[in-house]
């Protein structure tokens, strides 16, 4: 699916646009499965943390929310081909490599006019692993542009590595952001997409997104994937197998100073 010259950019920039990925009848077939989903199974959702007033009014923190929903593979059939669809694994595997294991599904929807920004961060800190190898694809089901909060990527920032995120305030435990005097999302550079795109990314790269205002919703769904020998330390589905979508699972000995959650 992708040329070198794709495959370097990944390497160099810490994100890569791949168009047209779904075609239009399947963009629409996960649209249709999606909406029933959100209609049975989301629920609403707030990134917590003080960048909240510096990216938005005082009003407009009180009003902005998210919609969201784990694992859509285990809700839908449409979804459960989807994170294993041919073409969408091809081009994971030519960035991963060989072995390519899913770890994880995640909706975010901004709702219409009020529908969250999200804070300059790294995936890192939400489910920590060893090591790099680990992308994660913005699965579009809706076109993106600025009006509508399209990702946002500070480049080559995944090649820092894991950094220190602010995960406690005065007032208690927040959702985890870098901070806004030094990240700001200004500097980053929008990646808008269409509806069927994929934006894949490393799950070190500085990402954000400004808020939505227009009247209709922005839908986006996050896939990760993972070199199954990339142990997970914490987080979101730590202690858990995903499905082998490319290859066969090696057996592999966590290091035995590792305690991962199960």
């Not at 629409?28 to 917590?48: G, I, N, R």
Request: net charge negative.
């Amino acid at each position: 699916m992708l040329s070198d010259e794709e495959i370097g950019f990944f390497r160099e920039k810490g994100y890569l646009r791949v168009p047209g990925v779904f075609t239009d009848a399947e963009t629409k077939e996960l649209s249709d499965a999606l909406d029933e989903l959100v209609q049975t199974w989301a629920f609403e959702a707030a990134w917590t943390g003080p960048w909240r007033e510096v990216l938005m009014d005082p009003e407009m923190s009180k009003r902005s929310r998210l919609t969201a929903l784990h694992d859509l593979q285990l809700f839908s059939s449409a979804w459960a081909r989807a994170v294993a669809h041919p073409r969408l694994v091809e081009v994971v595997g030519d960035l991963l490599g060989p072995l390519v294991e899913l770890h994880h599904s995640t909706l975010h929807i901004k709702p219409p006019e009020s529908g969250q920004p999200f804070p300059l961060h790294q995936d890192h800190p939400f489910y920590r692993h060893l090591d790099d190898r680990f992308v994660a694809v913005l699965v579009h089901l809706d076109d993106t542009c600025h009006e509508n909060g399209e990702i946002r990527f500070l480049e080559g920032s995944h090649r820092q590595g894991p950094l220190q995120h602010i995960t406690q305030t005065s007032s208690g435990p927040c959702t985890p952001f870098l901070p806004t005097d030094d990240y700001h999302i200004e500097d980053t550079v929008a990646v808008p997409a269409k509806a069927g795109d994929v934006v894949c990314m490393s799950i070190n790269s500085i990402h954000g997104s400004y808020i939505n205002s227009t009247p209709q919703a922005r839908r986006l769904v996050r896939v990760g994937y993972r070199d199954p020998r990339n142990i997970q330390v914490d987080g979101q589905a730590a202690g858990t197998l995903g499905l082998m979508v490319r290859g066969e699972r090696p057996k592999v000995k966590p290091p035995t100073d590792l305690y991962v959650a199960g």
